[in-house]
C-alpha cells in the first residue's frame, strides 16, 4: 500500500454514532463527555493542522460522517489546501451522492470498518440493524470511485474461524488492503471480554487470513498484536497511525493537537533478544491482565 498522506493530523470530530460494536473503545466517551461541538473550534484547529506541514486531515469519531457539519469541516479543510479522509463504519458512504459530495471536497483517504461477510454476525458486533447492508455497499461504493480504502475487521470469538472466507468476499468486491485487528480492552471491550479470543490463536489465525490476501495479490495487515505472534514473513505488515504517516491527533473539544506518542505497551525481558525489538511495540498493557483468563 502506498502512503497517500504525506503528514496527517486526526481530528474525532464528535462521539455518536449510528452503531453500537462490542468493542468501541469510545464508549465511555460517548457517555462522560457532554461537551458541544464548536465549529469554530475546529476551524482554527484545521487551519493550525495546515500550518503543521499536515497535507491530509482525516475524521473520526464516533461515527464522523453523521456530525452534521461535516461537510462545512471538508469544506474548511480544502479551504486550506489539503486533502482529507475518513476512519468510518461506511455507512453514510451507501448514499452515492454523499461519498461524491465528500470527493469533491478533497477526500482522498478511506479506512472503513467491516467485520464479517455475513450480515447476522456484522450485526452482532455492531448491535446495530441495517449496518451490514450499508457497508458492504459503501464499500463497493469507494471501490468503483477508485480511492484508497482499507478495510478494517476487529477479529473476536465471533468471526475469527472465517477470515479467509471474509477476505474473498472482500476480494470479489474489489477491496486490495484488508487489516485484521485484534481490539485493545477499553470502552465496550472491558463488559465484552468473552467474545475476546486467546491472544495467540489470534496470531496465528490472522496470519493465515494475511497470507490468503498475499497470495492473491491483495494487501493484508494487522495491529494489535506483538511481532512474534505473526508469521515472520508477515511481521512487518503493521497497519496503525503512524504507518499511515498519520502524526498528530486531537478530540473535537481541544484547542490544540497532540503527537501520537504510543505509549500503553510493555514487552517482557526476552524481547530484548528479538531482532525485532526496535520496530515491534510489544504487547498492550491492557492485554497483560487479561490474556490468561480468555479460552
Known sequence: MTNIIKRGA???????????????????????????????????KITLAKSLGVDCVVFS??????????????????????????????????????LDNAISLNSIYFYISLHSHKKSIHETITRSSNSWV?????????????????????VLKDNVEELIDFSKFLIDIGVENIKFTYPFIEGSMKKNTNHMININY????????????????????YEGLPYCLINKEFRNLVNDLKSNNIFFVSEFFKDDFKEEILTNYKKEKQCNNCLYNFLCLGYHMDHETIINSIN
Open 61 to 98: 469519531g464516533g461515527e464522523p460522517t453523521i456530525n452534521e457539519n461535516i461537510f462545512l469541516a471538508l469544506k474548511e479543510v480544502k479551504k486550506n489546501k489539503m486533502n482529507s479522509g475518513f476512519v468510518s463504519n461506511g455507512r453514510s458512504f451507501s448514499d452515492k451522492s454523499f
Open 202 to 221: 489470534a496470531g496465528e489465525k490472522i496470519s493465515e487470513a494475511i497470507g490468503f490476501c498475499r497470495k492473491n495479490n491483495v494487501n493484508g495487515y
Open 10 to 44: 486526526l481530528i474525532k470530530i464528535h462521539y455518536n454514532c449510528n452503531n453500537d460494536c462490542l468493542f468501541c473503545h469510545s464508549h465511555n466517551r460517548k457517555i462522560n463527555n457532554k461537551k458541544e461541538f464548536d465549529f469554530e473550534k475546529l476551524s482554527k
Open 134 to 154: 450499508e457497508a458492504v455497499q459503501g464499500i463497493s461504493n469507494i471501490v468503483d470511485c477508485n480511492k484508497e480504502l482499507t478495510v478494517n475487521c476487529v
